[in-house]
């Protein structure tokens, strides 16, 4: 969860009337989306005829904002009213605490309150650029088969843990000597994040093996988009001419940088695309809905569903296509989350593209964070989504159309140098990975 964007977007049922911003967590195997989200003023006139201090009004405030955006209307089972009445009466208004006691009722992880300082630091992301090691963590599954630790979901080129050899897979045992085991998600993205400059030393299992690393924080640069013209050797003037465009996360730059990247390309004379979100975490929703709309020319790109079923349908006309005509492969892997999911299953239930990998990661549901009137803020789960074919890929992924060599390359430099190479994993393939 360490790394953290926002920009802007509205999802139903939230009142019309909320200003909001999106921003991306990554999480646990349930890596998410969120909408950065100022919350209105409490009508207190739906309030019990009480005295009402300064955290009474902050607690009606937590309380109203989860009635209106809260996934489950049954609220785990409770009269969310007679929780308000009650505690009201009863509860000691240490507003924070009384929050988080509320919150807890409903028995759901990614349902938190956020201090103020850990509200802010989701906004750090809306600068490009945050001060951390560059790792996206989540808690572990039965496939990972442990349950002690947090789980590395990505590691961002470049950054500090990258460099240091830390990949996707890989276990977090502990941070500066402090054990992980029951350790939640966002208090592990606290103790990554510091001062640039400042040292951090984590130990971390890669397989059955046990390291202890000792990293220095940077500011990590959200830099999303890389991109290269690969020339794959051919007959005269028929050499194909591969677009290669490295996708590592949606944030606010993400869709205008990926435009840019194919303005580029395309005055090369690229007849071929390859998209390649292997190891993207996730961004902004609204990023990814706009990526989408780049390579499609028409059709859903994602449902979104409460309870109840559809409550909103994301899709396009064509407006805004700028490359929906050149054959596409899309590469993924199990770090592919969220918002690299909602793009993979559009382009791949469209038959826009082909896609080479291996399942992804599997996040499925959706969370908004809304501010409150004191500077803290709440994430809320408030929907989960449907690739365009209906399917819910919570916890099961986006299934690929053809699996990769385990041996392919990850980078750009590398991928090129592989097309060129007449004896090279992607040689082996080639002719799947480019036909329309």
Same mark, same amino acid.
């Given at each position: 969860?360490? %790394? ?24 646990s195997?349930l ?11 409490i ?7 009480l ?5 009474n009004?902050? @607690? ?9 955006? !809260? ?11 007679r ?29 938190? @309150? ?18 951390g090691?560059?790792?996206s ?17 990505s590691?961002m +080129?470049?950054g +500090? ?27 592990a ?6 001062? /640039? ?46 677009? !290669?465009?490295k ?6 730059n ?22 390649? %979100? ?15 709309k ?8 994602? !449902? ?26 899309v ?15 559009? %382009? ?9 990998? /291996? ?18 803020? %709440?994430?809320?789960?408030v929907?989960? !989504? ?5 399917t ?41 990975? @480019?036909?329309?």
């Amino acid at each position: 969860m360490e %790394l953290l964007t926002a920009s802007s977007a509205t999802f139903s049922p939230l009142p019309s009337n909320f200003p909001s911003f999106t921003f991306k967590a990554t999480i646990s195997k349930l890596v998410f989306t969120a909408m950065l989200v100022t919350s209105t003023t409490i009508a207190l006139s739906e309030t019990p005829s009480l005295a009402l201090s300064e955290e009474n009004r902050l @607690f009606l405030e937590a309380w109203r904002t989860i009635d209106r955006a !809260y996934v489950d209307k049954t609220f785990n089972g409770q009269s969310w009213f007679r929780y308000r009445e009650n505690a009201l009466r009863n509860e000691p208004m240490n507003t924070h605490l009384a929050i988080r006691k509320m919150l807890a009722t409903l028995d759901d992880p990614f349902t938190r @309150f956020l201090e103020p300082e850990k509200f802010n630091s989701l906004r750090s992301g809306t600068q490009g650029a945050l001060t951390g090691v560059g790792l996206s963590i989540g808690y572990p599954t039965a496939s990972d088969g442990s349950s002690a630790g947090l789980v590395v979901i990505s590691s961002m +080129p470049g950054g +500090p843990a990258n460099r240091a050899g830390i990949l996707s897979g890989d276990v977090i045992l502990a941070i500066d000597d402090t054990s992980t085991e029951s350790m939640g998600i966002y208090d592990a993205a606290e103790r990554l994040q510091g001062p /640039e400059g400042s040292p951090v030393e984590l130990t971390v299992r890669s397989g059955a093996e046990i390291r202890h690393l000792a990293l220095t924080r940077e500011k990590v640069s959200l830099n999303p988009v890389k991109s290269r013209l690969c020339v794959v050797p051919g007959p005269g003037k028929s050499s194909p001419r591969i677009g !290669y465009i490295k996708l590592t996360s949606f944030n606010q730059n993400a869709s205008g940088a990926v435009r840019e990247a194919i303005d580029t390309l395309r005055s090369n004379s690229v007849n071929a695309f390859v998209l390649d %979100l292997r190891d993207n975490s996730g961004g902004l929703f609204p990023e990814g809905i706009e990526i989408a709309k780049i390579w499609l020319d028409k059709g859903v790109i994602v !449902y979104i569903c409460d309870s109840r079923g559809v409550r909103d349908i994301y899709d396009t006309d064509g407006t805004d296509a700028l490359a929906a005509s050149e054959p596409l492969a899309v590469l993924v892997n199990k770090g592919t989350a969220s918002a690299s999911e909602i793009l993979a299953g559009a %382009l791949k239930d469209n038959k826009r593209a082909v896609l080479f990998g /291996e399942p992804t990661y599997g996040k499925g549901k959706i969370q908004s964070v809304f501010q409150l009137s004191d500077g803290s803020g %709440l994430a809320v789960t408030v929907a989960r !989504y449907e690739t365009p074919a209906h399917t819910d890929i919570d916890k099961v992924g986006v299934i690929p159309d053809h699996p990769l060599p385990k041996t392919f390359p990850k980078d750009e430099d590398g991928f090129c140098g592989c097309l060129q190479d007449s004896a090279s994993t992607c040689n082996m393939n080639g002719g799947q990975l @480019f036909a329309r």
